[in-house]
């Protein structure tokens, strides 16, 4: 599943930094807005302990983890629904993702110019927050114009359709974003043709200074209390030292570097950990002596949907899923073992696979 997240903010608020320690494709990080120009996009592997296990349990010839994408995107300006600075590019490539990764900045550093003069988390996020209002606004209202004359007539549909509509003209109107608006969950076909920016789930990142990753500052304050009125995380975690965590290719080295931040894990491993679980995916293994292999899929999946993910076929002519729990794998060690004591349950076409299980189907076409 080409899944993408991305990544957006202020100009110099780190975003590039972030996006280079992510993935080994690299965007130029630079001190000047507009450095990243097109979007950079970045396939980047989950980290799964789960993996790990699997791998010295089976001793398979090769493993495989799931991957999600990210996308770095040109740094956004006031004034961007209306075609400031690169506007129109920015809300085009942000259209395309699934999920918002919204970094702020933090941290004070009188080496790095603030696009506003000054550093201030909630400043920053109103910026972005009202230009993508404007733009939704936009896009409701064009479609509040088509409506109307039907609704007039009479027609029942076109009322429904309209009295949705000008309730996310209003809420957009008064600030809200379009995921704040509360709205029958069947509802929300009527406005998934106008592809929404506000309705996108988002996380927030909290760039801090080094001496702010463990307790973090006022600035993250200022943040987490007004994001909680979207019931929406923060992630803290230093760009600059996860670009230096990035570049330790020996776990050994990286570990010990860890521990001197007093760090269990880098920021990065959280940040993809929480962007998985915003898109609302959760994972599946198929384990074998060739391949131990991670796959996504969205929660609440059936299980031939999750089969369909390896290949069509599976989907269209799925017969059965024998599936493993991993904690039943530790305690026997093998396939075989699970099977004689009866841990490998015969599921059918309305099994909803569950995180973490193993999983083996059979198919006939």
């Known amino acids: ?93 942000i259209r395309e993702v699934d999920a918002i990764i919204h970094v702020i900045r933090c941290f004070e550093d009188d080496n790095i110019v603030h696009v506003a003069g000054s550093v201030d988390p909630i400043f920053d996020k109103e910026v972005i927050d009202t230009e993508l209002q404007l733009k939704d606004l936009e896009s409701v209202e064009k479609k509040i114009l088509r409506i109307e004359k039907v609704a007039k007539s009479g027609d029942a549909k076109a009322k429904k359709e309209l009295e949705v509509l000008v309730r996310f003209r209003d809420g957009l109107k008064s600030g809200l974003n379009a995921r704040a608006i509360e709205i029958e969950k069947e509802d929300l076909e009527i406005i998934r043709d106008l592809q929404l920016l506000t309705i996108k789930p988002v996380l927030y990142v909290a760039n801090v200074d080094e001496g702010s990753i463990q307790t973090g500052n006022k600035y993250v304050e200022e943040l987490r209390n007004k994001v909680q009125e979207e019931n929406a995380e923060v992630i803290v975690l230093c760009a600059a030292l996860e670009s230096q965590i990035a570049e330790f290719e020996d776990p050994e080295e990286k570990e010990l570097f860890l521990s001197e931040y007093g760090l269990e894990e880098s920021g990065l491993n959280k940040l993809i950990s929480a962007a998985y679980a915003l898109l609302d995916l959760i994972t599946y293994f198929t ?69 973490g299980d193993i999983m083996h189907f059979r198919f006939n076409v």
């Open 1 to 93: 599943m080409a899944l993408q997240c991305g990544i957006v903010g202020l100009p110099n608020v780190g975003k590039s930094t972030l996006f280079n320690s992510l993935s080994s494709a690299k965007a130029e990080a630079a001190n000047f807005p507009f450095c990243t120009i097109e979007p950079n996009v970045g396939v980047v592997t989950v980290p799964d302990k789960r993996l790990k296990t699997l791998e010295q349990l089976v001793n398979p010839q090769r493993v495989l983890p799931t991957v999600i994408e990210f996308v770095d995107i040109a740094g956004l300006v006031k004034g961007a629904s209306k075609g400031e600075g690169l506007g129109n590019k920015f809300l085009a490539n």
């Open 287 to 355: 384990a074998g002596p060739q391949e131990v292999r991670a796959w996504t899929i969205k929660k609440g999946w059936k299980a031939p949907q999750a089969a369909g993910v390896i290949h069509t076929d599976f989907e269209r002519g799925f017969i059965k899923a024998e599936v493993i729990k991993l904690a039943d794998y530790q305690q026997f060690k093998t396939e075989a073992a699970c099977r004689e004591n009866g841990k490998i349950a015969i599921e059918g076409k309305e099994y909803i696979v569950k995180d």
